[in-house]
């Protein structure tokens, strides 16, 4: 994997945490829902080349495989993660909780596959597929 592809795998998962940041508590409107998950969507679609629909196909081992790199593997479970609160937001909990546990496992495989361990990575699937936003230090 090239330098530039883990950058770009970086950058997107610092703007999907940009992402869950601008969650206020307050219920989101339903044109806040789809903006959140088009924003989300478009981050995955980058970070997979165009084939963001195929990797959910994969499930978690197939998806890694497809992705290949740990770093974009991370920002795969992030995604993911973010998906997962904006249909927690969006009441959808039962989706929500299914997304979750698909971060969590996408998640494990990352951390299974990185060279050096991710601290961002182990805390998503410390706290269940949720992100922990207290502490961004990368």
């Known amino acids: 994997m ?8 970086g950058t997107l998962r610092n703007r999907l945490r940009e ?8 219920p989101p409107t339903p044109e806040e829902t789809r903006l959140r998950l ?3 969507l478009k981050a995955r679609k980058e970070l997979a080349g165009g084939q963001a629909e195929l990797l959910r ?12 790199d740990a770093e974009r593997i991370a920002a795969y ?11 927690q937001a969006a009441g959808q909990t039962e989706r929500a909780e299914a ?12 951390q299974r596959r990185a060279a050096a361990p991710d601290t ?10 949720v992100l922990d936003l207290s502490d961004d230090v990368r």
Do not use: K
């Not at 479970?77 to 249909?87: G, H, Q, R, T, Y």
């Open 2 to 9: 090239a330098i530039f592809q883990r950058s770009v795998a």
């Open 120 to 129: 961002e990575v182990e805390r998503l699937i410390a706290r269940g597929g």
């Open 38 to 40: 088009e924003l989300v």
């Open 77 to 87: 479970a992030d995604s993911l993660a973010v998906e997962a609160l904006v249909n």
């Open 19 to 26: 992402v869950a940041r601008t969650f206020s508590g307050e």
């Open 99 to 110: 997304m979750r546990r698909e971060a969590v496992a996408v998640a494990r495989e990352a």
């Open 57 to 68: 196909l994969l499930g978690p081992s197939g998806a890694a495989n497809a992705l290949g």
